[in-house]
């Protein structure tokens, strides 16, 4: 009989798992309250826990509540992904919402990525990105005028900016990739709902076009309780030194 109660205790919180009534982060049900609630002891609490905990669904710490574990979805830094295309892979549904989308100048920093001089024109996109509905990287994208233009034409909310662009001549042909740690700042914060300062990963990139020229610079800032990238290496190099990267 305990074996049932038990059984049925942690098929009822796993469904609510798989359904988002409990969220990656979110405190599971104190033993006390499950034990009230299914009229059992704590022995078939604590089997139905364990039984959650060794699927990797949640964890558990002596003294706190059980805890929903935050599954990380994988991104490949060796290849040029769109973030639409990548969650739908996952099977999860993008979402985007714009903060900003304007024209103006380069200043030195991005005139320096871009190419361009720093009193040349550029134009500015930041856009919340979101899975399911849950805020997971804030990206930050800048362009040449004569490619940036092209998104005042549409509504960056609704579309791949990436997959856009391409269709109007303007794909990833060659792209460099770099990853670092950073604390967020305050808008990071407010849009990603972090405290401010507390590290964050930033996925930095040149994105080139078929002659080899920059047109887009971007900078995305990604929580990493939810993502983790992931890169390709080719094998050991001929004198065993190293692995090379696929990619760069």
Same mark, same amino acid.
């Given at each position: 009989?305990?074996?049932?109660? =038990?059984? $049925?205790?942690?098929?009822?919180?796993?469904?609510?798992?798989? /359904?988002?009534?409990?969220?990656?982060?979110?405190?599971? !049900?104190?033993? #006390?309250?499950?034990?009230?609630?299914?009229?059992?002891?704590?022995?078939?609490?604590?089997?139905?826990?364990?039984?959650?905990?060794?699927?990797?669904? @949640? $964890?558990?710490?002596?003294?706190?509540?059980?805890?929903?574990?935050?599954?990380?979805?994988?991104?490949?830094?060796?290849?040029?992904?769109?973030?639409?295309?990548?969650?739908?892979?996952?099977?999860?549904?993008?979402?985007?919402?714009?903060?900003?989308?304007?024209?103006?100048?380069?200043?030195?920093?991005?005139?320096?990525?871009?190419?361009?001089?720093?009193?040349?024109?550029?134009?500015?996109?930041?856009?919340?990105?979101?899975?399911?509905?849950? !805020?997971?990287?804030?990206?930050?994208?800048?362009?040449?005028?004569?490619?940036? &233009?092209? +998104?005042?034409?549409?509504? !960056?909310?609704?579309?791949?900016?990436?997959?856009?662009? /391409?269709?109007?001549?303007?794909? @990833?042909?060659?792209?460099?990739?770099?990853?670092? #740690?950073? #604390? /967020?700042?305050?808008?990071?914060?407010?849009?990603?709902?972090?405290?401010?300062?507390?590290?964050? +990963?930033?996925?930095?990139? @040149?994105?080139?076009?078929?002659?080899?020229?920059?047109?887009? /610079?971007?900078?995305?800032? =990604?929580?990493?309780?939810?993502?983790?990238?992931?890169?390709?290496?080719?094998?050991?190099? #001929?004198?065993?030194? =190293?692995? &090379?990267?696929?990619?760069?």
């Amino acid at each position: 009989m305990a074996e049932a109660v =038990y059984t $049925q205790i942690a098929d009822d919180l796993r469904g609510r798992i798989a /359904a988002g009534e409990l969220r990656p982060g979110d405190d599971v !049900p104190t033993e #006390a309250e499950l034990a009230e609630r299914w009229s059992t002891s704590r022995g078939p609490i604590r089997n139905a826990l364990a039984s959650l905990r060794a699927e990797g669904l @949640i $964890q558990t710490h002596r003294g706190r509540p059980a805890r929903v574990v935050s599954k990380k979805a994988n991104q490949a830094v060796d290849m040029s992904v769109p973030f639409t295309r990548w969650a739908r892979d996952l099977g999860v549904i993008p979402g985007a919402i714009t903060q900003e989308l304007s024209i103006r100048k380069a200043g030195p920093e991005k005139a320096s990525a871009l190419g361009v001089a720093p009193d040349d024109t550029i134009v500015s996109v930041v856009r919340l990105r979101l899975l399911d509905g849950r !805020p997971t990287m804030l990206e930050r994208l800048y362009y040449r005028e004569d490619v940036g &233009r092209l +998104l005042l034409q549409v509504d !960056p909310d609704e579309i791949s900016i990436t997959e856009y662009l /391409a269709s109007q001549g303007h794909p @990833i042909v060659g792209l460099q990739h770099e990853i670092d #740690a950073v #604390a /967020a700042d305050d808008q990071d914060a407010a849009l990603l709902s972090v405290p401010a300062g507390s590290p964050i +990963l930033r996925l930095s990139r @040149i994105s080139r076009d078929a002659e080899g020229r920059v047109f887009e /610079a971007s900078e995305d800032r =990604y929580l990493s309780e939810v993502v983790r990238f992931t890169v390709a290496a080719s094998g050991i190099s #001929a004198d065993g030194q =190293y692995l &090379r990267a696929v990619g760069g």
